[in-house]
RNA sequence: GGUGCGGUAGCCAAGCGGUUAGGCAGUGGAUUGCAAAUCCACCUAGAUCGGUUCGACUCCGAUCCGCACCUCCA
């Protein structure tokens, strides 16, 4: 049984098969680095992240893609105001993006083509559209694309193009495009660009939108490759015509596979600046929440689902987590006592298959993880009666770092007693071998005030990070 | 108007035509010097109305409600 994978091109789940054997080459729709990305934006990252990490437990080699939109009306008009040029202005949310995506303990993707440097690529791609014919020039010397000669045009958003109601946007939009709906492939220079401009066979101007992310994908990726993601507010307009610029250049298929994630809402309504209801990554640390809450958050749900996002889940996640961490704590106490892996317990023997077999179908990470938590409970409850041996412990180790490549919130963050912590811990030993319990517990309280708790337990007192 | 997604216990969230999903919270108990952790027990759902079926949360239809997209929002 193999990886399935909803593909929004079919509507249905289909058996994911690259189209080199086991080498998996996906792109998937960066940020437009124009402010710090809000969690809403990472829920899609974070999405891209469990699909690549899954395909690499599954044993298929990946090439992801991620670009980086460096330049947009959005870009342009910030940087003008803050008065620095373009890539100077960028760099410092690329930046952020980065250090987030760390945060996040997201992988990185092997290529992240910024569009600003792959403006030469873009203009040939146009031109190879005007010879095909799906190019024009208007009077502003704008170069659109005319979705009419594109017989494919809607196949992904199944667009009913006589039921399309014209929104406002597309009215203030219609100048000089022989069909309202046709979209730019180079925008001509206007003066609000202030220096931001490159030249083309069509006069100064810069690249529209869409275009980007063909040229990219398919130099990096090539002409055809498995699988582009994004949010599902990308399907259109953005994918349907990179998909019409892309194909109509090449005469061949795309992506072959196309994955799109739900919104992240808060309070039921999709994150936005104009609502005012987004929060970016650093704002939610520094509410003292930890980036391994917040994959866990944006993880925990299907990604096709929307997500509700809540401070509430963040401090159930911290309890769930905890849970998970006390597990491996135990494990790794009695790992230590064992070098060579053994057998793994009977409880832990079904996890690995049912946890995979709940990501083969089309990622469903609630069955993967109720898979995890019930070897936990199984796992307590029968080590409470027999201890397993150190060598099981190793086993079972191993299996968790396995699980870890994919899930990525496994590990427990390093805890480093200090030496004063030390010494209230030996202090509070002597205590309660004296039974001076009143001493004992002023001891527990000066621990939690460091932020640790102490547990007395058959094996002496252990402590936790709080 | 077109297109799509969804409504599951206090909250979050899955699978499944009949057999306990899971997490968090809550209650009672075991354990503990007291705790913590853990275990045991309890609380235990399927928007509404029809239909199919021996049997429906699961399939079909209708209705209601919520959300999103319809030209540069992940």
């Known amino acids: 049984m193999g990886f399935k994978v909803y593909n929004t091109m079919s509507r249905c789940k289909e058996e994911l098969i690259p189209l080199e054997e086991g080498h998996v080459r996906m792109y998937t729709c960066g940020p437009t680095v124009y402010n710090y990305a809000h969690i809403g934006n990472f829920r899609a990252y974070m999405f891209e992240d469990l699909l690549r990490r899954h395909l690499k437990f599954s044993g298929f080699q990946v090439t992801q893609v991620q670009n980086l ?24 949310y690329i930046d952020a993006f980065f250090a987030d995506l760390a945060k996040l303990n997201i992988e990185p993707a092997e290529h ?49 193009r006589e039921g399309m109601q014209s929104g406002a946007r597309v009215a203030q939009d219609e100048y000089d495009k022989d069909n309202a709906a046709d979209f730019a492939l180079w925008k001509a220079y206007v003066p609000e660009d202030g220096d931001v401009a490159w030249d083309s066979p069509w006069g100064r101007g810069r690249p529209g939108w869409h275009i980007e992310c063909s040229a990219m994908s398919m130099k990096l990726l090539g002409e055809s490759f498995d699988i582009h993601t994004g949010g599902v507010d990308n399907i259109f307009p953005h994918h349907e015509d990179e998909i019409a610029q892309s194909e109509a250049s090449t005469g061949k298929p795309y992506s072959k596979y196309w994955m799109h994630c739900g919104y992240l809402v808060v309070d039921g309504k999709k994150m936005s600046k104009s609502l005012g209801n987004f929060h970016t990554l650093r704002e939610i640390l520094d509410m003292g929440y930890t980036g391994r809450e917040v994959r866990y958050e944006l993880l925990s749900a299907h990604y096709r689902q929307s997500l509700n996002f809540a401070f509430k889940s963040l401090e159930a996640n911290r ?58 409970h199984a796992g307590n409850k029968a080590m409470a009666e027999v201890p397993i041996s150190g060598e099981q412990a190793v086993a079972v180790s191993n299996l968790w770092n396995e699980l870890d490549a994919v899930l990525g919130f496994l590990m427990p963050p390093e805890e480093e007693v200090s030496p004063d912590v030390a010494e209230l811990l030996e202090a509070r030993a002597a205590a309660r071998a004296a039974k001076d319990w009143a001493e004992s517990d002023r001891i527990r309280d000066a621990l939690a005030e460091l932020g640790w708790t102490v547990k007395d337990t058959p094996d002496g007192p252990k402590l936790r990070k709080l």
């Open 112 to 160: 992240y083509p910024a569009a600003t440097d792959f403006i030469p690529e873009m203009i040939a791609l146009i031109e190879k559209l005007f010879e095909k014919g799906y190019a024009y020039q208007s009077e502003d010397g704008s170069v659109y694309y005319s979705i009419d000669k594109f017989a494919g045009y809607g196949k992904l958003a199944r667009l009913d």
């Open 319 to 376: 309890a769930a987590l905890k849970r998970l961490d006390e597990f491996y704590a135990k494990i790794k106490e009695t790992a230590a006592g064992g070098t060579e892996a053994g057998d793994l317990p009977e409880w832990a023997g079904g996890l690995r298959d049912r946890f995979g077999a709940a990501l083969d179908d089309d990622l469903n990470i609630s069955g993967a993880l109720a898979a995890l938590f019930d070897t936990v």
């Open 69 to 92: 939109t460096d330049v947009d009306d959005k870009t342009i008009r910030a940087s003008i105001e803050q008065g620095l040029p373009l890539k100077e202005y960028t760099k410092t």
